[in-house]
C-alpha cells in the first residue's frame, strides 16, 4: 500500500511542477482541479453525473458477463457450436466499438436501451472468448466422477463447473470493467443527456481543463475503490482453497 | 444397442459385454472387449486381475454406467445406486474433505452421521483440510469414504491402492475389508495385483490381453482379509498355466 501511495503522490508533484512550468489554462495545476471538483461535488452535479454512468457500467456489464459466459460455455463444451457461432464472433471481435455505437443508436434510437446494448455488444466477445477457454480447460475426470456420483445439474453448475471458470471470469471481469467504463463515455458523448462522457463532451466545447481532469480522476477513483473493494475480495474468495500449501 | 437396467434388492451383477470398440487416432476400430460375460453374486467381493492395458478400466466404466457405447447387456444389483473410487481420488480440489464426501450425498441426507465411517478411515482430524493439502494416502481414504457415505448398492473400485507405499496400501485394504463385510455391498475391484485381489475378493475373474475375455473365474474360501502367501502363490501358479493354455488355444485357432 504504502509504495501505491508514494507513486501517486509523486505522480501528483510531476503534474504540480509541469503545471508550474508551463503557466497555461490548458494546463491547470491539482490545487485548480481540486477546487473545481470540490465546488462540482457541493453543486450535486458530479455524483449525479456519475451516477448516471455507473449506472449504465453496471447495465451493460452485468448483461456482457451473462450472455458472454453462456455463449462461453457453449462455445467451450461443444464443437459443433464453436465451429458455428467461431466465424460470428470473429466479425463481433473485430467490429470497431464506434460502429456498433452508431447502428444501437439508429436502430433502437437515441435512448438507453441503445447505449446499454452497445456497450455490452462491444465488451461480449472478450467474455465469450475467454470463458471459452475456461470451458475448454473442465476437468474431464471430475466430470465423470460428478456424473458417477449423480450429481444433479445444480450442483454440477455450482460446485464444479463454476469453481473451475472462476478464474476466468475473474480475468474477463476485471479487463471487463475498464474497457466497458470506457466505452460508456463515448456512448455518453455521442447520445446521451447526462453521463460523464456527455459532461466531458461539453467540457472540450468549453477548453474547461479542470472540469475534464476532475470529472476523469473521480471516476478513477470510483473505479480503484470498486477494483480494491468488491474485485479483489470476491477474487481472494473464491481462490481460496489454491493458497494453502500442498 | 445395449440393455441396462437395475434389479431388485439382492439380485446378481450380471454384465455381459459382446463387443467394445474405439476408434484409433488412425479412424480405425479397435476392439477392446469381446464375448465377456461375468455375473457377481449380490452381497459379494469380485476381482477383475488383467495385464495393463487389457481394457479393465474400459469394463469397470462400462459396469459403472459412464460408456452406453457398448453391444451386450447390463443389470446393476439393488435400487443401482453406485459408489465409485476411480484410480485417481478425483476430489474436488476447492472444497474441504468433508465437503467433498457430503456433496456425493442426496440433497435430503446431506446432513446423515458420518462419523463412524470417518472413525474407521482415519479422517476424524483431516474434514477441514483442503485435498491439495492431503497425502494421497489420504486423498484415496476420503474418496473411498465418499463411496461408502452414499450407502451404495453397489461398489466399484479402479486400482484403489496403486501407488501407494506398501504398509498404507495393506492399512487401507484391511479397512476396505472391514467396511465391505460391514455393509455387504455387491464389490467389483479392478486390479493388476494378483495378492491384493486374493486379499479382498470372494471370486477372481481373470482377463486375457485384447480383446479382454474372462479366461477362467476362480471362487475363493472365506474368511477374506487373512489369506495365506501360500494361497497367492498357488493361484499364481495356476494362472500361469491357465494363460499358457490360452495362449495355446490361440495359436492353435
Not at chain 1, 88 to 112: D, H, R, S
Not at chain 1, 171 to 176: E, L
Not at chain 2, 92 to 111: F, G
Not at chain 2, 147 to 161: K, N, V
Request: some cysteine.
Amino acid at each position: 500500500m504504502l509504495p501505491r501511495i508514494f507513486s501517486l503522490a509523486a505522480l501528483i508533484a510531476v503534474w504540480a511542477v509541469v503545471a508550474a512550468l508551463v503557466q497555461s489554462r490548458l494546463l491547470p495545476d491539482p490545487l485548480t482541479v481540486g477546487r473545481a471538483t470540490l465546488a462540482e461535488i457541493r453543486s450535486g452535479e458530479l455524483p449525479f453525473q456519475m451516477a448516471c454512468t455507473l449506472g449504465r457500467v453496471i447495465g451493460s456489464f452485468a448483461i456482457a458477463m451473462l450472455l458472454g459466459t453462456i455463449a462461453g460455455y457453449a462455445m467451450g463444451r461443444s464443437k459443433a457450436t464453436d465451429r458455428f457461432a467461431d466465424s460470428w464472433l470473429i466479425v463481433l471481435i473485430n467490429m470497431p466499438a464506434l460502429v456498433v455505437i452508431i447502428f444501437a443508436y439508429i436502430w433502437i434510437g437515441l435512448n438507453e436501451t441503445a447505449a446499454i446494448l452497445a456497450v455490452a455488444i462491444n465488451k461480449l466477445p472478450n467474455v465469450v472468448v475467454v470463458v471459452r477457454e475456461g470451458a475448454r480447460a473442465l476437468d474431464p475426470e471430475i466430470d465423470e466422477m460428478a456424473k458417477a456420483f449423480q450429481f444433479t445439474a445444480f450442483k454440477r453448475l455450482r460446485h464444479v463447473v463454476i469453481p473451475q471458470l472462476a478464474p476466468y471470469l475473474a480475468a474477463s471481469s476485471r479487463s471487463g470493467l475498464s474497457i466497458v467504463w470506457k466505452i460508456v463515455l463515448v456512448v455518453e458523448l455521442i447520445g446521451r443527456p447526462n453521463g460523464v462522457g456527455f459532461v466531458l463532451g461539453s467540457a472540450f466545447s468549453l477548453f474547461d481543463m479542470a472540469r475534464i481532469l476532475s470529472y476523469a480522476i473521480c471516476f478513477i477513483l470510483l473505479m480503484l475503490v470498486i477494483e480494491s473493494f468488491l474485485v479483489q475480495p470476491l477474487e481472494r474468495r473464491a481462490n481460496r482453497w489454491r493458497r494453502r500449501p500442498a | 444397442m445395449n440393455d441396462a437396467q437395475t434389479a431388485g434388492d439382492a439380485a446378481p451383477l450380471e454384465l455381459r459385454i459382446d463387443a467394445k470398440r474405439f476408434l484409433s487416432s488412425e479412424g480405425t476400430a479397435v476392439e477392446v472387449v469381446r464375448n465377456l460375460e461375468l455375473r457377481l453374486d449380490a452381497g459379494s467381493f469380485g476381482a477383475l486381475i488383467g495385464p495393463s492395458g487389457c481394457g479393465k478400466t474400459t469394463i469397470l466404466k462400462i459396469a459403472a454406467g459412464l460408456d452406453a457405447d457398448f453391444q451386450g447387456r447390463l443389470r446393476t444389483p439393488g435400487a443401482g445406486r453406485l459408489g465409485i473410487v476411480f484410480q485417481e481420488p478425483r476430489l474436488l480440489p476447492w472444497r474441504t474433505v468433508e465437503d467433498n464426501i457430503r456433496l456425493a450425498l442426496p440433497a435430503d441426507q446431506t446432513n446423515v452421521d458420518l462419523a463412524d465411517l470417518f472413525g474407521t478411515l482415519g479422517l476424524g482430524s483431516h474434514l477441514a483440510r483442503y485435498p491439495g493439502e492431503l497425502s494421497l494416502g489420504l486423498a484415496r481414504r476420503a474418496a473411498i469414504a465418499r463411496a461408502f457415505a452414499i450407502r451404495p448398492d453397489f461398489l466399484l473400485l479402479d486400482e484403489p491402492f496403486v501407488s501407494l507405499d506398501e504398509a498404507v496400501a495393506i492399512r487401507l485394504r484391511s479397512e476396505l475389508v472391514a467396511l465391505t463385510t460391514a455393509t455387504r455391498v455387491t464389490t467389483l475391484l479392478v486390479t493388476h495385483d494378483l495378492a491384493e485381489a486374493v486379499q479382498l475378493a470372494d471370486r477372481l475373474f481373470f482377463l486375457s490381453d485384447r480383446p479382454a475375455q474372462i479366461l477362467f473365474e476362480k471362487t475363493l474360501p472365506p474368511p477374506r482379509g487373512a489369506r495365506s502367501k501360500d494361497l497367492v502363490a498357488e493361484i499364481s501358479e495356476e494362472m500361469r498355466v491357465q494363460v499358457a493354455q490360452a495362449v495355446a488355444r490361440s495359436g492353435q485357432s
